[in-house]
């Protein structure tokens, strides 16, 4: 009896030591496209802590504590060594806490036995508001050599945290729901599931719109700020109608990379409330849809397609007619 359980302690080991190398490796794969107002690590923990199974966590909490405290040493001649060490605090237990907080009160996975996309989201919005209370808590001993430090690292604190709750959870939303759902298509393998028009109309039709807005949007004036902020919006709510979850999975982080790129400036209370705006719209683009239903187009209703199609017939008719009218007219001495 000895041996099989020597042999199944020593698989367990090599699947934990496996789980921080792949932790590790993501995190310093995506780590470094974080800004200020988009924190991609926010969105490694609440994934890892949906997808991997709990006899896995304390490889999490040591993968965590090995990401950051890598990431920390390197900035330790700015900060100092003590900020270096405190900072490498390993935050997913703060998340690990509130995951089972959440779980306690609400269901992790409905009848069928997939994630519940409205538990993933109240998660990662609780562990948004949590992490930066624990994150700033962490930073004060860089505050250390500052004549007042209190004084400088509350003022800090105070008007950095708004900015970060959004930015922890807009980290989450770019990929933990497109991952929920991915993860929900190859349980099930729901091959009648298309993904082919999803990808050509975010290849397409999404990135170039988005590229355009980028492009020529000017944040600088409130009009210009509020028509890239709605302007940016668009393609999560046309992605959802037209492909349900799976498109709000994928048009949200298009549209949040838009907004990164576009509002630049994170003092900028107007890079806030663009923030906010598209944080809400995503969120509710995932929680009013299911993966599992068909997609909600004329095709699904015969008689508003049949309407559809007579009222595009007598459209392009009518076009037809006036465009011919006006050759005539021009070619006629």
């Given at each position: 009896m000895t041996e099989p359980f020597t042999r199944r302690r020593r698989v367990a080991f090599r699947d934990q030591l496996v789980v921080v190398a792949a932790y590790v490796a993501i995190y310093h794969l995506l780590e470094p496209f974080s800004v200020s107002q988009w924190v991609i690590p926010s969105a490694i923990r609440v994934g890892a802590l949906l997808l991997v199974p709990r006899r896995y966590w304390f490889a999490l909490v040591v993968a965590d504590t090995l990401a950051l405290l890598d990431k920390n040493l390197v900035n330790a001649h700015r900060f100092g060594l003590p900020w270096a060490l405190t900072s490498s605090f390993p935050f997913i237990l703060i998340c690990m806490t509130v995951f089972r907080v959440v779980t306690r009160h609400m269901p992790l996975h409905d009848s069928k036995g997939d994630m519940r996309m409205t538990t993933a989201l109240v998660l990662a919005l609780a562990c948004s508001v949590v992490t930066p209370i624990f994150t700033a808590a962490a930073a004060f001993v860089a505050?250390?050599?500052?004549?007042?430090?209190?004084?400088?690292?509350?003022?800090?604190?105070?008007?950095?945290?708004?900015?970060?709750?959004?930015a922890y959870y807009l980290g989450t939303l770019t990929i933990v729901p497109l991952a929920l759902v991915l993860r929900e298509y190859i349980r099930h393998r729901r091959r009648k599931i298309q993904w082919l028009p999803l990808i050509l109309d975010a290849v397409f039709l999404v990135v170039p719109?988005?590229?355009?807005?980028?492009a020529g949007a000017s944040t600088e004036m409130p009009a210009g700020s509020v028509f890239a902020q709605l302007a940016i919006t668009l393609p999560v709510i046309s992605m959802t109608a037209a492909h349900g979850k799976r498109g709000a999975s994928v048009g949200g982080p298009l549209s949040i990379i838009a907004m990164v790129v576009t509002f630049t400036n994170d003092t900028d209370p107007r890079t806030l409330g663009a923030e906010g705006f598209l944080a809400l719209v995503i969120t509710a683009a995932l929680v009013s849809t299911e993966?599992?239903?068909?997609?909600?187009?004329?095709?699904?209703?015969?008689?508003?397609?049949?309407?559809?199609?007579?009222?595009?017939?007598?459209?392009?008719r009518g076009v037809a007619t006036?465009?011919?009218?006006?050759?005539?007219?021009?070619?006629s001495p």
């Open positions: 505050y250390l050599s500052y004549p007042d430090p209190l004084y400088a690292w509350s003022t800090d604190a105070m008007t950095g945290y708004p900015l970060f709750v959004f719109y988005l590229s355009i807005i980028v993966p599992s239903r068909p997609v909600r187009t004329f095709s699904a209703h015969p008689e508003i397609r049949v309407r559809f199609d007579r009222a595009s017939f007598y459209f392009e006036v465009w011919t009218r006006l050759r005539r007219s021009t070619e």
